[in-house]
Structure formats: structure tokens, C-alpha cells
């Protein structure tokens, strides 16, 4: 009897680990699986026997020591003021904004101020396991090139403010530059968009109203920040005698299109008014901290079952882009709030960093997951390491125990971004070297 030959397909890249956390399904972990990747695609997940007999590649990775995460979504930066890292510590956000921030803005952001600072956020980002972000600040043409240089993937913030910057002269200006730039990469495979008027306090009633109209009708997100501080809402009630969630539910704002940053002021009332609405909440929990902000009632949102996602801020309040400590700082600080220690779980603060963000970028179909069909946006965690062993629960692990540091490979539709804590697609040196530049140029003004 002639004896059954087994074919084996060929496909890109296996990647075989000790543990696979898809995050969907929820609170799930593979053992000695692998994930198989074909045309940039997730196309398997199974054990790695049964793998090693179905699937042959000439690019296979066996990470014995590795979690492998979706890649972790970073749903709130303002990624190019990492060149302003440092610059204005240990204020209040308003003191912080005016005196500083906004000052120093107005001498030196240009174009290259703001591809530059963006190329040094992603090449952090990326060697922390990030593989998304999204991003609001001046000159987003200029983000989108460090962008398309680098192979991360992005929503570029179509920013709007009603005072005039070296960006543009006004709020129509913004607008019209903003809807250009979608319509410049509404194909692109990486880059998508969403309109990013930057808080109530900045933006007036009718561009917010032309904003919702656009966005409606481009079925693009909008990103705001949000009942950050007391000072805000006082604010608000002086200028408008209404809070800012009461007044954009008057500009018929709430919606499931709208992420709303930071929310450190809420009453019940509001909370249940998001959830009517399927408003999503970013939490920026370290830049909270620093800039004595406020706490965000985590443990109500989610019991209340809005969508909460986690952002890092930017690196001039936070002041790092580091996706596994805001993890941390997301679930202790959801306990303490809350008074109940089994609030924000360690997989709940995982899918926070992953699914949650992709869902509030309406990414959700193709990232954020580890999911067959999803696109190969993967970030390997090696927990063979002192303060990371014994592994009881890998989850657990990378949530209360690990660093950036052991993030040794990141993977972006299937293309190997960072090979063993090397970037292959940006120039770390040329990188250094202009922050270093920046640095000199700055020092001058804040020492």
C-alpha cells in the first residue's frame, strides 16, 4: 500500500512561542502555540506540533522564552513633543500649558520640529511593543512622513484649535488642511485618520458643529480631550453654563465616533450618558498622576460597559511612551480608586493597551488581536528574566512585573519592525542625533 504524502503549505513567517495572548478570546492563553503569518495576515493559530507538520517557512522564529501580545495601541499622543521631554516638570496642566508649553510651541514647531520629534516618539514606542498610535498635534503631514518612513501603524489627528499656529491661520484653515490630508491617505494601509479638535476650552461651537458634519460623513473618528481638570469644567460652566459633556451632547457630539481623553471629572450622571451614547474613553493615567489632573473612575466605566482604551499622552507630561507601565499604573490606580482590589484585572488592563484601542479607532476589524484574518500586528515580551520569573501567569507577569527592556521583537503587518530590540526600519543614530540638536536649541529657555 503506497504510503501518504503530507504537503506541507509554505507561507511568510511561523512564529512559535511559549505563551499566545490573543486577548480575543477574552482572558485566553495558548501554550506552546504558534502564530502563522501569510501576505502580512494572521492565517493560524495552533499548537506547534501540529504546525511543524502542516506549515514550512523559510523566516520561523521560536521565541522558547516569549509571550507574544497584539501589539500594544497607544490611543493618545501627541508623539512629536517628545522633544519637549523634560522641559516643564512638576506643574499644573493650565501653568504647564500657557506658560511654558504653548510658548515654546509658538517659537520652534515647524515642519521639522514635528517630523523629527515623531520619528524619535515611534522609534520609543516601537521598542516598547506599540505597533499603533494615535496622535494629535501641529504639521500632521509632517507626522504622516515619519510614519511612512518607519512601518508603524497610525490615525494622524486632523488637529483644530479656533487660534492661529504656524499650522494654519484659523478654524476653516484647519479644516480645509485637515481634509486634504484624509483624502491623501484614505487608502493608505497603514495610516487612517480621525479629527482632533484639541478640548472644549480651545474650540468654539461651529467648528465642532462642521467637525461632527465631516466626520459623520466620512465615518471618521474624532478624538478630544475631555474633562481633564475642576479648572475645565468651572470654566465651562462660566463661559457656556453648562459642562463640556452637557455641551457637546447640545452639539449632538456624543456618538460612537468620539473618544473622550482623560475624563478625570465625572458624575454618574455622565458616565450613564456616555453609555447611552457608545462614547469611548481614552485613560492617560501617568500623565493624570503627574499633572495632578484627577482620577478616572475606570472601574464605573467599565462596569457601565463603555469602551475604555489607554493612551501614554505625550512625553512632555507623562514623560514616556511606555504601553506596559501605563498597563501597571491603569490597574493599580482603577483599585485604589475604586476601593476594591479585583477592579482592572491584568487582562482587562492588556485588552485596554490592544482591543480596546483598536475598537476606539475603529480599527477593531483588523488589529488588536490575535485573531485569524486580523493583520500580523504582533509584539514578542521575552519573561525568561530575574524579575519576571517564575511565571506563574504570563499575563500577570507582563502587567505587574516586566519592563519595556524585554520587548526583543515587534512585527507590523507581518514586516519584522524591531529584530531582536533592533529597529530595522529607522536610523537610531540619525535619530539621536537630531533630538540631541533639538535638545541644544531648547535647553537655553527652561533652564
Not at 343 to 362: D, V
Request: net charge negative; proline share 4%.
Amino acid at each position: 500500500m503506497p504510503i501518504k504524502q503530507t504537503h506541507q503549505q509554505h507561507v511568510d513567517t511561523i512564529i512559535h512561542a511559549r505563551w499566545i495572548i490573543p486577548v480575543e478570546p477574552d482572558n485566553t492563553v495558548y501554550e506552546y502555540h504558534s502564530l502563522v503569518i501569510q501576505h502580512g495576515r494572521i492565517i493560524d493559530l495552533l499548537a506547534t506540533p501540529k504546525c511543524l507538520k502542516k506549515y514550512t517557512s523559510q523566516s520561523e522564529h521560536h521565541l522558547e522564552t516569549h509571550a507574544l501580545t497584539p501589539g500594544f495601541v497607544n490611543t493618545h499622543t501627541h508623539a512629536a513633543m517628545s522633544l519637549m521631554r523634560g522641559i516643564a516638570d512638576d506643574l499644573p496642566l493650565m501653568e504647564w500649558l500657557s506658560e511654558h508649553i504653548w510658548p515654546a510651541e509658538g517659537k520652534h514647531v515647524d515642519y521639522t520640529f514635528v517630523e523629527e520629534g515623531t520619528e524619535l516618539a515611534i522609534a520609543e514606542m516601537l521598542r516598547s511593543g506599540t505597533t499603533t498610535f494615535n496622535d494629535m498635534y501641529f504639521f500632521p503631514d509632517a507626522a504622516a512622513k515619519a510614519i511612512e518612513k518607519s512601518g508603524i501603524r497610525a490615525t494622524i489627528g486632523l488637529i483644530m484649535i479656533d487660534f492661529p499656529s504656524a499650522w494654519a491661520k484659523d478654524a476653516d484653515d484647519y479644516l480645509h488642511k485637515g481634509l486634504q490630508l484624509h483624502e491623501q491617505y484614505h487608502h493608505h494601509p497603514l495610516i487612517s485618520t480621525a479629527f482632533a479638535p484639541h478640548a472644549p476650552y480651545t474650540v468654539s461651537d461651529k467648528p465642532l458643529e462642521k467637525i461632527k458634519t465631516y466626520a459623520e460623513k466620512l465615518d471618521i473618528p474624532i478624538h478630544m480631550h475631555l474633562h481633564e481638570t475642576e479648572h475645565e469644567l468651572n470654566e465651562s460652566i462660566k463661559n457656556y453654563g453648562m459642562r463640556p459633556i452637557a455641551r457637546l451632547q447640545k452639539l449632538d457630539l456624543l456618538s460612537p465616533l468620539l473618544s473622550a481623553v482623560h475624563m478625570t471629572q465625572l458624575e454618574d450622571e455622565e458616565i450613564t450618558l456616555l453609555a447611552r451614547y457608545g462614547v469611548h474613553v481614552v485613560h492617560c493615567p501617568e500623565s493624570n498622576l503627574k499633572l495632578a489632573s484627577g482620577f478616572c473612575p475606570v472601574g464605573k466605566l467599565i462596569d457601565s460597559q463603555i469602551n475604555v482604551a489607554l493612551g501614554t499622552d505625550g512625553a512632555a507630561s507623562n514623560n514616556d511612551l511606555d504601553m506596559i507601565s501605563e498597563m501597571r499604573s491603569a490597574a493599580l490606580l482603577a483599585k485604589a480608586v475604586s476601593g476594591n482590589a479585583a477592579t482592572l484585572a491584568a487582562h482587562e488592563s492588556l485588552k485596554m493597551a490592544t482591543l480596546n484601542g483598536a475598537k476606539a479607532l475603529g480599527l477593531n476589524d483588523i488589529t488588536g488581536s490575535l485573531s485569524i484574518g486580523k493583520v500580523a500586528d504582533i509584539t514578542a515580551i521575552d519573561l525568561n528574566k530575574i524579575a519576571t520569573q517564575p511565571v506563574y501567569h504570563p499575563v500577570s507577569q507582563i502587567v505587574y512585573s516586566a519592563s519595556r527592556e524585554q520587548v526583543s521583537d515587534v512585527w507590523i503587518q507581518g514586516k519584522h519592525i524591531v529584530n531582536n530590540r533592533q529597529l530595522t526600519t529607522l536610523d537610531e543614530q540619525r535619530i539621536l542625533q537630531n533630538a540631541i540638536k533639538w535638545g541644544q536649541k531648547m535647553a537655553n529657555e527652561f533652564s
